[in-house]
């Protein structure tokens, strides 16, 4: 099995920037896609973006397309959400996950973090 870590959540003004960090222990790193994914509260689960195992393809998420970006270390076992231009609506509780394949859908992810709490003050 796969643990996921997040951390770097916090509170942040608007328009400011955050880095959240994933890392994994256990099995395999390498060969899955690697997700970050945000939920409000008494919303759904909603997919941020995705990294496939090789750095070469690369998802968004329309609330995230221009100011997130994603990045892994393979080495590390690490995957990285730089967020930028932070808006109060990005609130949520930001989670990690891993996938044998690299999609939005948020039903084919699995092995899930705990979370971290990203708070965007007004």
């Known amino acids: 099995q796969v643990q996921l870590v997040e951390s770097g959540g916090g509170l942040v003004q608007a328009g400011g920037s955050l880095s959240l960090s994933c890392t994994a222990s256990g099995q395999s790193f390498n060969s899955y896609a690697m997700g970050w994914f945000r939920q409000a509260p008494g919303k759904e689960r909603e997919f941020v973006a995705a990294?496939?195992?090789?750095?070469?393809?690369?998802l968004y998420g329309d609330s995230a397309q221009g100011r997130f970006t994603i990045s892994r270390d393979n080495a590390l076992k690490t995957v990285r959400l730089q967020m930028n231009s932070l808006r109060p609506e990005d609130t949520a509780v930001y989670y990690c996950a891993r996938s044998p394949e690299i999609t939005m859908d948020v039903t084919r992810w699995g092995s899930w973090g705990q979370g971290t709490q990203v708070t965007v003050s007004s």
């Open positions: 990294i496939w195992w090789s750095d070469d393809y690369i």
